[in-house]
């Protein structure tokens, strides 16, 4: 069956500093994988997917994501960090036939 | 261009009552998923409907049905409310049963008490 996992709760990073979110999936096949961010009280926006190609895709307000398949990762990254990067971020994985299936989410705070 | 919509945004309901949850998808989208957020968790998936007939469905049970209409608009509705079905909850449209990339709504938070 398939399944991500978020390893960390949260995250908490210094505005300017890079920040990473974690993403691992277990799925059978080639993954299609994604990335949606949600504010409070919101439902989900889309930052970006992979689905074959390039390892590193980039997407949405600066963000980006390294897809390492010997490893079964799909981390999210930013160079740097916004304070208005603050949110709950989730990982998801979809194969076709299937829905997407999302991690239980991490949760990204950014200082000043 | 208007993205998904969903209504009403909150819902206050009573254990054993009956709701219905509306959602209009995309512009160009005809597939709608529903998906339900617990507090604290990630949205697990209901079901998807596609030419008006459930196409797959998750791991909940019959109290949850569905429905698409022509104009590709879906209603989610739950019989026999029970305090555990208090979440927010989500639709999702695609540009067709095989995309992958979904848009999702604001969500409908309903309270069951």
């Known amino acids: 069956a398939q399944s991500v996992a978020q390893p960390e709760d949260q995250v908490n990073v210094a505005e300017g500093n890079p920040l990473t979110v974690k993403c691992t999936y277990s799925?059978?096949?080639?993954?299609?994988l994604f990335w949606y961010v949600q504010y409070p009280n919101r439902g989900l926006q889309f930052l970006l997917k992979?689905?074959?190609?390039?390892?590193l895709v980039k997407g949405s307000y600066g963000f980006e994501a390294e897809f390492n398949k010997s490893q079964t990762s799909f981390h999210l990254k930013k160079p740097s960090a916004l304070v208005s990067d603050s949110a709950l971020y989730f990982c998801?994985?979809?194969?076709?036939?299937?829905?997407?299936?999302f991690g239980k989410g991490t949760t990204l705070s950014v200082s000043s | 261009d208007a993205g998904v919509t969903q209504s009403p945004t909150h819902l206050i309901k009573t254990r054993g009552q009956q709701v219905t949850l509306r959602c209009s998808p995309k512009?160009?989208?005809?597939?709608v998923s529903w998906y339900q957020q617990a507090l604290g968790q990630g949205p697990q998936f209901i079901f998807q409907?596609?030419?008006?007939?459930?196409?797959q469905r998750g791991n909940f049970p019959d109290r949850f049905s569905g429905h698409q209409f022509p104009n590709y608009s879906s209603e989610l509705n739950v019989n026999a409310l029970l305090l555990g079905d208090s979440a927010l909850y989500l639709c999702?449209?695609?540009?067709?049963?095989?995309?992958?990339?979904?848009?999702f709504g604001q969500g409908t938070r309903l309270t069951v008490v």
């Open positions: 999702a449209s695609t540009q067709n049963v095989l995309r992958a990339e979904a848009f």
């Open positions: 799925v059978s096949g080639n993954p299609y």
């Open positions: 992979y689905i074959t190609g390039d390892n």
């Open positions: 998801a994985v979809y194969q076709a036939g299937t829905a997407l299936i």
């Open positions: 512009s160009g989208h005809d597939t």
């Open positions: 409907y596609y030419e008006e007939e459930e196409r």
